[in-house]
Structure formats: C-alpha cells, structure tokens
C-alpha cells in the first residue's frame, strides 16, 4: 500500500525557475495538505485542500500555488523559485472524519 | 498564530536512560498530538489526546495531557537506539486535525 507519494524526492532550482511538486494518495481521503519543514522550525502549513474542487491558504502560502486536480492527487507550483523556498515540502492526507494524518516521505528542494 | 514551545530541542542519552520532552503553549487547545520523524520520511502520528488530564501509553512511551490543556509531555522509559528521532507536538482539532501548528520539534540521540 503505497500511502502518500511525492514526486520529486530530489530538485535543485536556479532562483526565478518554476517547478510543480506532486502528490498522489490511494487511501480514498478527503484532505490533502502541503507542508514545509524548516530547521527549528517544525512544519508549517503552506495550503490545503479539504475536499475535492476546494483549496484554501495555509500559514504560508505566499510565492506558492496549489491544484486539487482530482481526489487522490494535490500538487504544489512554485511559480518563481526563491532561496527562501529552500525547504523540505511533506505532502500529507486525512480521511474525511478522524484525526490521523499520513505524510509522504518528503521532497528535498533547494533554490541556488 | 498560536505557538507550541517545545524543549528541549536537542537531547543525547544513553541506553536504558529516561527523558520526558515538554510542549507548551499560552492558549488552551482542543487537541494535541505527537509526532516522531525519521531522518528521510515524514513524520508518523504516535497518539492524539484530547482530555484534560488524560493519559495515554504507548508501550515505553507515556503521553500526558496538561488539566489545563496547555500542555503536554511524551517520557520515554529505559530508551532505545531504536527511539532516535525527532519528536513533535502539533496542537489542531475538529474539523482542523490536518491544519496543524507544530513545535519545533526535540532532537533525540539514544547512544548504545
């Protein structure tokens, strides 16, 4: 059961390129999440998506766009890469009722 | 936004030692849980309290939730090479378990 899967694990970026972070979940849930994690910092919610066709502003959206393209899948954009968008990006899901959430394994992206 | 102050944030211990990991807030919160990550994975919920008060276990772990409900704390028994992690709180509730506020989460080394 594969769970949460983000593509891609790895990315380098020059400042001002753009990319798109994918998500997929094969659980059936309602909600997706993008995260960002940051040394001493936790995660911080960046956008979210409680149902399918909704999406609204995490903690940190700015410099960053979000589609729910359909149930299983939530992608992330970074339309204009900036070093302060170096980060580790934890896509995560939730089932409609119920507390747990699943996280990916993560993806490493820096912006030189 | 509400912040969750965790501490300490780095601990190193030997094998078979004790340690308790502090989360604290200044507002009341629904909910809290707790997190441990891996180096390379995202982070794996380990248990959400929800009473003032409460008391959860986890074989060596041993979760509690402030009567206040501003506080919480995670204490490891006799810890483990394999407990390494990091460990974080995230307060959310309701409808919002998945739009979490996160601590900055403890560094646990466990030396054999």
């Known amino acids: 059961n594969a769970g949460v899967t983000q593509t891609p694990k790895f990315q380098v970026l020059k400042t001002g390129q753009s990319m798109t972070l994918q998500c997929a979940q094969d659980?059936?849930?309602?909600?997706m999440y993008w995260y960002r994690q940051d040394p001493g910092m936790g995660l911080r919610l960046i956008y979210y998506?409680?149902?399918?066709?909704?999406?609204d502003k995490g903690e940190v959206p700015n410099g960053y766009n979000v589609s729910r393209l359909n149930k299983r899948e939530f992608s992330l954009r970074l339309e204009s890469a900036a070093p302060s968008q170096t980060s580790v990006y934890f896509c995560?899901?939730?089932?409609?009722?119920?507390?747990?959430?699943?996280f990916g394994e993560g993806s490493w992206l820096t912006v030189v | 936004t509400q912040l969750l102050e965790q501490s300490p944030q780095f601990l190193s211990i030997q094998e078979g030692e004790n340690l308790t990991v502090y989360c604290n807030s200044s507002?009341?919160?629904?909910?809290l849980q707790w997190y441990r990550q891996e180096p390379g994975e995202g982070p794996v919920l380990l248990v959400t309290?929800?009473?003032?008060?409460e008391v959860k276990k986890l074989k060596r772990l041993t979760f509690q939730f402030g009567d206040a409900r501003k506080d919480s704390s995670l204490h490891i028994t006799a810890a483990q090479p394999g407990d390494t992690g990091l460990y974080l709180c995230?307060?959310?509730?309701?409808?919002?378990?998945?739009?979490?506020?996160f601590g900055q989460g403890t560094i646990l080394t466990v030396h054999p």
């Open positions: 998506s409680a149902s399918e066709g909704t999406t």
């Open positions: 507002s009341v919160f629904s909910s």
């Open positions: 659980m059936n849930h309602n909600s």
């Open positions: 995230a307060r959310g509730g309701g409808t919002s378990y998945g739009k979490l506020t």
């Open positions: 995560a899901s939730r089932a409609g009722s119920g507390n747990t959430i699943y």
């Open positions: 309290v929800v009473t003032g008060g």
